[in-house]
């Protein structure tokens, strides 16, 4: 990391490889695989860095979320974020699109000797629940590669059939009508 602002020097797409979502990162970016047996990737701008990163990750929920859900689902995400040592919130922001709930934070905590900073926003629609995280090791490299984590969450695309699955009026829509399915904070999409 230097004081100068990060450079695209290309730029390639993740796809999930069931197909659910796809989004755009820095081609030179290494991928590495998620813990936990999570659907989904973790890019780092610097291998020897292991705690800067963009992760991204899809599962399927037991049940369908509708935008009653939010307030269990805040409630559930605060007390998840709850559990960092020494978290501090420092942007909170949900919101509902159609049949869908987003849940962001902006947390910094303690890990070890040193202050994380991370964004945490998840989307639930229908039976899915995805998961975008972006960290920084540290608050300085949080606002370093800040550009290019909300590149990465800015070209987002979530599959048709997530869309479709969690708004109602998109499920009604005549065959082979477009739609268009966005809002402020969600990535759009044009079906």
Do not use: K
């Amino acid at each position: 990391m230097t004081d100068d602002v990060p450079q695209f020097t290309g730029i390639t797409r993740y796809r999930d490889p069931r197909g659910r979502f796809s989004f755009r990162y820095p081609w030179d970016w290494h991928t590495d695989r998620l813990d936990q047996d999570r659907e989904g990737v973790m890019l780092r701008p610097d291998a020897d860095d292991p705690d800067t990163y963009v992760a991204a990750w899809v599962s399927t929920l037991p049940a369908d979320v509708t935008v009653g859900d939010l307030p269990e689902l805040r409630d559930g995400f605060d007390a998840g974020l709850a559990t960092l040592p020494e978290r501090d919130v420092l942007e909170a922001r949900e919101d509902t699109v159609g049949g869908a709930v987003e849940v962001e934070r902006t947390v910094t905590f303690r890990e070890g000797e040193h202050i994380r900073q991370r964004s945490i926003r998840t989307l639930y629609a229908g039976r899915t629940q995805l998961v975008f995280v972006y960290q920084g090791a540290t608050r300085g490299a949080y606002a370093y590669w800040l550009p290019m984590g909300n590149y990465c969450w800015a070209t987002l695309q979530l599959a048709e059939e997530i869309w479709y699955g969690a708004d109602p009026e998109l499920g009604r829509a005549a065959p082979g009508a477009p739609h268009t399915a966005a809002a402020p904070g969600v990535p759009g999409h044009v079906a």
